[in-house]
């Protein structure tokens, strides 16, 4: 009897996980559906010939990334391997990495390929609709190994990787992010026009090596977005560097301009939708505030060889061509009735000249400064414009 009791109690402990089972198994068809929830805002969902689902792992076989709007077309991706797949309390799924397969594309002697593409930390939320941060389609990393280009059989463009991150800050409002994409090459000597290939030469830019970083935050909720670093590095030209901050940034303000790209899209009076999407931007704008940028440019042996070439084709050399040029930027800036902002650059462009370095242009108002405001400085006073946002000139700093 004791036997019979006990073989009872385990055949019903195994009948409950079997009924159990199917109910705790990923659907993938739902993440699918969520994910393309989520990533429709883009203007792209996903589609698939078959799904199947092995334990944590999800594979989308014959998937496309279809593109929507006016010009809609249809991109073969391939097998999309989603492994340590995870369902969340939201209804939403929680991916540790995501493999795409290797494109490599060819018509007639020109081609495309990247290797080793995937992503880590995939969040897709329950309700991409919900207003939150919780409710983006977020990731932590997404890399990729080579890619190649080449034009009439040549490689004119290669990048040995690239990578980017994505990470949360400390008090779950916002995120850090950063990108870096190594060894950039460039090869423009195959262009076919004459003059363009002559001036190529002269300036050193046959033959082009570099990278692009980025480094950055943005406090989703406060909608302040600031961007520290957006850099162009490249031996033998010089680095520029592109920096921005400003407010309102918030995903409503996201969700806004994107139903207006949308509604664009979806009206067939080209003319009105263009209008109408004017007027959108114009009022999103408003919510927007202007807290400080910065262009700055340090070079590494560009300058000299533009005055040279320059000069050059005005029949001078190009140091003497240097000073004509610190002889016409007064006479420019003269022209913008801004004279503090004339006597910043006039001294900036003579010691940049002399010896070039580097060169800042700086906007930092005292206060933030609402974008409209500054709008109606552009039209109604635009030499006031310096003053509004704080601007300063500054070389070899």
């Given at each position: 009897?004791?036997?019979?009791?006990?073989?009872?109690?385990?055949?019903?402990?195994?009948?409950?996980?079997?009924?159990?089972?199917?109910?705790?198994?990923?659907?993938?068809?739902?993440?699918?559906?969520?994910?393309?929830?989520?990533?429709?805002?883009?203007?792209?969902?996903?589609?698939?010939?078959?799904?199947?689902?092995?334990?944590?792992?999800?594979?989308?076989?014959?998937?496309?990334?279809?593109?929507?709007?006016?010009?809609?077309?249809?991109?073969?991706?391939?097998?999309?391997?989603?492994?340590?797949?995870?369902?969340q309390d939201d209804g939403?799924?929680?991916?540790?990495?995501?493999?795409?397969?290797?494109?490599?594309?060819?018509?007639?002697?020109?081609?495309?390929?990247?290797?080793?593409?995937?992503?880590?930390?995939?969040?897709?939320?329950?309700?991409?609709?919900?207003?939150?941060?919780?409710?983006?389609?977020?990731?932590?990393?997404?890399?990729?190994?080579?890619?190649?280009?080449?034009?009439?059989?040549?490689?004119?463009?290669?990048?040995?990787?690239?990578?980017?991150?994505?990470?949360?800050?400390?008090?779950?409002?916002?995120?850090?992010?950063?990108?870096?994409?190594?060894?950039?090459?460039?090869?423009?000597?195959?262009?076919?026009?004459?003059?363009?290939?002559?001036?190529?030469?002269?300036?050193?830019?046959?033959?082009?090596?570099?990278?692009?970083?980025?480094?950055?935050?943005?406090?989703?909720?406060?909608?302040?977005?600031?961007?520290?670093?957006?850099?162009?590095?490249?031996?033998?030209?010089?680095?520029?560097?592109?920096?921005?901050?400003?407010?309102?940034?918030?995903?409503?303000?996201?969700?806004?301009?994107?139903?207006?790209?949308?509604?664009?899209?979806?009206?067939?009076?080209?003319?009105?939708?263009?209008?109408?999407?004017?007027?959108?931007?114009?009022?999103?704008?408003?919510?927007?505030?202007?807290?400080?940028?910065?262009?700055?440019?340090?070079?590494?042996?560009?300058?000299?060889?533009?005055?040279?070439?320059?000069?050059?084709?005005?029949?001078?050399?190009?140091?003497?061509?240097?000073?004509?040029?610190?002889?016409?930027?007064p006479i420019m800036m003269?022209?913008?009735?801004?004279?503090?902002?004339?006597?910043?650059?006039?001294?900036?462009?003579?010691?940049?000249?002399?010896?070039?370095?580097?060169?800042?242009?700086?906007?930092?108002?005292?206060?933030?400064?609402?974008?409209?405001?500054?709008?109606?400085?552009?039209?109604?006073?635009?030499?006031?414009?310096?003053?509004?946002?704080?601007?300063?000139?500054?070389?070899?700093?």
């Open positions: 009897m004791k036997l019979f009791g006990s073989s009872r109690l385990l055949l019903s402990g195994v009948a409950a996980l079997a009924f159990a089972s199917p109910a705790f198994a990923l659907d993938g068809a739902d993440l699918v559906a969520k994910l393309n929830a989520a990533y429709a805002t883009s203007g792209a969902t996903i589609a698939y010939d078959k799904v199947s689902v092995d334990g944590t792992t999800v594979t989308l076989e014959g998937t496309k990334l279809v593109v929507s709007g006016p010009d809609s077309k249809s991109i073969n991706v391939g097998e999309v391997t989603m492994e340590g797949v995870e369902a939403g799924y929680y991916v540790e990495t995501v493999a795409l397969p290797d494109v490599d594309l060819k018509e007639g002697d020109n081609s495309f390929s990247v290797k080793d593409m995937q992503m880590g930390g995939l969040s897709i939320p329950g309700n991409p609709n919900g207003g939150t941060i919780d409710d983006m389609l977020t990731y932590e990393t997404a890399s990729t190994g080579p890619l190649i280009v080449t034009v009439k059989g040549k490689e004119v463009f290669s990048m040995e990787s690239s990578e980017a991150n994505m990470t949360a800050l400390e008090d779950g409002k916002g995120f850090d992010f950063d990108a870096d994409l190594k060894n950039i090459k460039a090869d423009l000597s195959q262009t076919d026009d004459a003059k363009t290939k002559d001036a190529l030469e002269k300036l050193g830019l046959m033959q082009v090596n570099g990278e692009v970083t980025m480094k950055g935050s943005w406090q989703v909720e406060t909608g302040n977005m600031k961007l520290d670093q957006f850099a162009f590095d490249f031996a033998n030209v010089g680095k520029l560097n592109l920096a921005f901050d400003f407010s309102g940034y918030t995903l409503q303000f996201v969700k806004a301009m994107q139903d207006a790209v949308k509604a664009a899209e979806a009206n067939p009076n080209k003319e009105q939708a263009n209008q109408a999407m004017g007027l959108a931007m114009m009022g999103l704008m408003q919510q927007l505030t202007f807290n400080s940028a910065e262009i700055r440019f340090d070079d590494a042996s560009i300058t000299k060889r533009a005055l040279d070439y320059v000069g050059g084709q005005q029949g001078v050399p190009g140091d003497q061509f240097a000073q004509s040029l610190k002889a016409m930027v003269a022209q913008l009735n801004v004279p503090e902002l004339q006597n910043q650059v006039s001294a900036a462009v003579n010691s940049y000249l002399d010896n070039p370095k580097s060169l800042t242009i700086s906007a930092k108002p005292a206060n933030p400064v609402p974008v409209p405001m500054i709008a109606g400085a552009a039209m109604g006073a635009p030499n006031t414009l310096p003053q509004v946002l704080g601007v300063t000139v500054t070389a070899n700093n």
